[in-house]
């Protein structure tokens, strides 16, 4: 079986994105697993620019993975979609200033990581759950944004590049119970892109996190694997081990069964632990069984897509507690009359 289609999630500041390309074995790597890099754009620097043009030389594809400044929620999401539209005016001049080429765009749809930080404090959390919920009925603000970001897409596809986006699993069961509040709760935007990748990473829901990729890798045009050791920090949010060699080459085999690309998270943490050597030498023919909590995966999810197609139609709610309550009181009528 031929290996699957690589792309290296990076996420670095300008010096130390400078210094892992300074090493010219990291470049070889690449072009031999015929891999490409998905480069976190946190700066507009010369640096960054540098590094994108050494990839550019060395003929290793690159995607502009597009962020934003911390205080402005560092990922795209409903409340900051003119950020995001103003930043990637800015991405376009510095491209066109420092002659860059790409070879896509990719939208990091997450919630504000202002609010991630802010649920772990218990006086912020407060105001954060008023916030979410007053979010949760507010259907022209998740409109509004959904339209705003497809037109950003739009822009970017008259540009000439192709959109990735990068999202949350959970989408998909939004997309089955045919609703919106969980998007319009945590600020999620369901993107039409080119591709788009789900973040199935196993590290952060073991010990079912084979199986939750095994479950969803079908749905996806590249899946998610992750996280090898790195990534923005997150002050306040538990930091839980990297994948071992042995979860990731599992993750990987799991991706091959399923006929799926791969979008490993991330570069740095896989030089860091001695991946990339591995990789040259992996055997992706060498077959993997299906993880044990498959069945269970696919219960929480239809849970999920139930209680999210609730949640989108209370009345639904209402009616059945109606008609209990109605049920409950004629019940006690007729035992009253015996």
Same mark, same amino acid.
């Given at each position: 079986m031929p290996q699957p289609k690589l792309t *290296? =999630?990076?996420e670095l500041d300008s010096e130390r994105l400078t210094e892992l *390309? $300074?090493?010219?074995s990291l470049i070889k790597s690449l072009q031999t697993l015929e891999a490409s890099v998905s480069l976190g754009i946190l700066d507009l620097s010369d640096a960054r620019a540098k590094v994108v043009r050494k990839l550019n030389k060395a003929n290793i594809p690159v995607i502009a993975w597009l962020l934003l400044p911390k205080d402005e929620g560092y990922w795209f999401n409903t409340g900051n979609h003119r950020q995001a539209a103003a930043r990637y005016?800015? =991405? +376009?001049?510095?491209?066109? #200033?420092?002659?860059? $080429?790409?070879a896509g765009v990719g939208l990091d749809i997450e919630m504000d990581i202002n609010e991630f930080t802010g649920a772990m404090d218990r006086q912020r959390a407060r105001v954060l759950a008023k916030t979410l919920f007053q979010r949760s009925r507010d259907r022209q603000r998740a409109e509004k944004a959904r339209q705003a970001y497809q037109a950003l897409v739009d822009q970017i596809h008259r540009d000439g590049y192709l959109v990735e986006s990068y999202q949350f699993p959970v989408i998909n069961e939004e997309r089955r119970a045919r609703a919106t509040v969980l998007g319009r709760t945590a600020g999620l935007v369901d993107v039409?892109?080119?591709? %788009?990748v789900l973040m199935l990473y196993s590290s952060f829901l073991r010990p079912i996190g084979d199986a939750v990729l095994w479950s969803y890798a079908p749905e996806t045009d590249s !899946? /998610? !694997?992750? $996280?090898? /050791?790195? /990534?923005? %920090?997150? %002050? /306040?949010?538990?930091?839980?081990p990297p994948l071992t060699w042995e979860e990731f080459s599992r993750d990987l085999r799991l991706c091959v069964a399923r006929q799926k690309p791969i979008h490993i998270f991330c570069l740095e943490g896989c030089v860091a632990q001695g991946f990339l050597p591995r990789l040259l030498a992996f055997d992706w023919d060498e077959p993997v069984e299906p993880p044990a909590g498959a069945v269970k995966v696919r219960a929480i999810r239809t849970g999920i897509a139930t209680g999210l197609w609730l949640l989108e139609r209370p009345w639904v709610i209402l009616l +059945?507690? #109606?008609?209990?309550?109605g049920l409950g009181f004629l019940f006690d009528r007729s035992q009253k009359k015996k």
């Open positions: *290296f =999630f990076t *390309f $300074n090493d010219p005016a800015d =991405f +376009s001049k510095w491209t066109q #200033a420092h002659k860059l $080429n790409w039409e892109a080119d591709r %788009e !899946v /998610g !694997v992750g $996280n090898t /050791g790195g /990534g923005v %920090e997150i %002050e /306040g949010v538990i930091d839980l +059945s507690l #109606a008609t209990l309550i």
